[in-house]
């Protein structure tokens, strides 16, 4: 079966390190996604990550080990705008199998 | 630049009405989706396809029906709502293929079905 796993809520601190992690088993692999969704919006694309290892976007990055299931996602220097659900989603062949989001909290 | 444009964006609806959801991009993009979201769970697709006049049906199709008689347009009709509808849909629209191919979503459609 199709399984994406993400921590349901994490609360971090303005300025700090976050690290948002995802695990998935899936049948087939082509590349995983992040993306952020602002509640009562749409979702925006953050990051994508085929290959192994760490991809590095401005304050935000994305890991990623396929051979363990594996991918996290780590924001630096918070900011409260980055107040939002972060979702893990996985492409196999055309579709893309979206885990659950995880609803980060920032507190001044 | 419009992307996706995705209309309504509330609806209420009574058991048993039936509506269509609009969908349209203006990328040219040949991959388009539809999705529900609901609390708690991740995006699930409801219906697909992969260009002008061929669709295919996602994880949750039961209810709904799509067609797509061009590369525009992408509309999702609920034939009988049932309150296990209520839901905030989004069309989402990318290229098809293995690289990295984002998907744009539209802004939703929060629908409640009484």
């Known amino acids: 079966g199709q399984n994406i796993d993400q921590p349901t809520e994490m609360t971090a601190t303005e300025g700090a390190i976050v690290q948002i992690n995802c695990t998935y088993q899936?049948?087939?692999?082509?590349?995983l996604f992040w993306y952020q969704q602002h509640a009562g919006e749409a979702p925006t694309f953050l990051s994508y990550?085929?290959l192994d290892g760490l991809e590095e976007k401005g304050r935000f990055s994305s890991f990623l080990s396929r051979s363990k299931g594996y991918s996290y996602l780590l924001l630096k220097e918070l900011q409260m705008k980055d107040s939002a659900s972060y979702l893990c989603?996985?492409?196999?062949?055309?579709?893309?199998?979206w885990g659950a989001g995880t609803k980060l909290i920032i507190k001044p | 630049n419009a992307g996706v444009t995705q209309t309504p964006k509330f609806q209420v609806l009574k058991t048993g009405q039936s509506m269509t959801l609009q969908c349209a991009q203006d990328?040219?993009?040949?991959?388009m989706s539809w999705y529900r979201q609901d609390p708690g769970m991740g995006l699930r697709l409801i219906h697909y396809?992969?260009?002008?006049?061929?669709?295919d049906q996602g994880e949750v199709p039961n209810g709904y029906n799509v067609s797509r008689s061009t590369t525009e347009d992408f509309p999702l009709r609920l034939l009988s709502a049932a309150p296990s509808q209520t839901s905030v849909y989004f069309c989402?629209?990318?290229?098809?293929?293995?690289?990295?191919?984002?998907?744009?979503f539209g802004q939703g459609t929060r629908l409640t079905v009484v």
């Open positions: 989402a629209s990318n290229l098809p293929g293995t690289d990295n191919t984002e998907a744009f």
């Open positions: 990550n085929v």
């Open positions: 989603a996985v492409r196999a062949d055309y579709q893309l199998i």
């Open positions: 899936t049948s087939g692999f082509n590349g």
């Open positions: 396809s992969v260009g002008a006049g061929i669709t």
């Open positions: 990328m040219n993009h040949e991959y």
